[in-house]
């Protein structure tokens, strides 16, 4: 079945430094979706990406859909505390089995210093 | 965001008890979703609905059941609980594009 996997599982950073989250899936995706859990709450979703190459910006988050539309990045610049939380990656199944379901990567857990 | 809840929030059972989980939307959508949280592995599906009679197995749907009582409703249950059914567990709604999700139920099984 369709796999998406998400790297690093975990990383610290200082506050206004940079971080990046990446995630690949094994099959082709329709499209992919990212989600931010805060610390014991729910996760919400953040952006959808559908089109080859699609870049899209939210004030300091960056997220880009590769050209085979199998791999994704989210990067955050200048973090902020309020910017902890797990970053999900989810893609939506092209065809077959995997059609109109979510599969979710493992998630980054970003932890920021002040 | 009350639109999609989920009871209990909390929940300590002991093993071979039987289980129920149970959500509830206001959002009126047709789409609803049952995952499990568990560290490093994300969310992954369990069950999932597209209306009241369409019911299809996720990717972890051995040991769980479920059932569409309406289009608010979707209740999951463990019929004989064991512990590494312990997780948090997530009810999701969707319509279009993005998902919905509830503020989650801590399983734990003893």
């Known amino acids: 079945g369709q796999q998406v996997m998400q790297i690093p599982q975990y990383q610290h950073v200082q506050e206004g430094e940079d971080f990046t989250t990446y995630c690949n899936s094994s099959?082709?995706?329709?499209?992919i979706q990212w989600y931010k859990q805060r610390p014991g709450g729910h996760p919400v979703f953040l952006i959808q990406?559908?089109?080859?190459?699609e870049v899209k910006k939210q004030k300091r988050l960056t997220f880009q859909f590769g050209e085979a539309k199998k791999n994704s990045s989210l990067h955050i610049t200048a973090t902020q505390t309020t910017d902890v939380g797990t970053y999900f990656c989810?893609?939506?199944?092209?065809?077959?089995?995997?059609?109109?379901?979510?599969?979710f990567g493992q998630g980054t857990i970003l932890t920021v210093h002040p | 965001d009350a639109d999609v809840t989920q009871t209990p929030r909390n929940r300590i059972t002991k093993t071979g008890k039987r289980i129920m989980l149970e959500c509830s939307q206001t959002?009126?959508?047709?789409?609803m979703y049952w995952y499990r949280q568990d560290p490093g592995l994300g969310l992954r599906l369990i069950y999932y609905?597209?209306?009241?009679?369409?019911?299809n197995k996720g990717e972890i749907s051995d040991g769980y059941s479920v059932s569409r009582q309406a289009q608010a409703k979707f209740s999951l249950s463990l019929e004989s609980a064991i512990p590494n059914q312990t997780a948090l567990y997530f009810c999701?709604?969707?319509?279009?594009?993005?998902?919905?999700f509830g503020p989650g139920t801590r399983l734990t099984v003893t």
């Open positions: 989810a893609g939506l199944g092209a065809g077959g089995t995997s059609y109109g379901k979510l599969t």
């Open positions: 099959t082709t995706l329709s499209n």
């Open positions: 990406l559908v089109k080859s190459g």
């Open positions: 959002k009126g959508h047709d789409r």
């Open positions: 609905s597209f209306d009241v009679k369409d019911i």
């Open positions: 999701a709604t969707q319509t279009g594009r993005e998902q919905y």
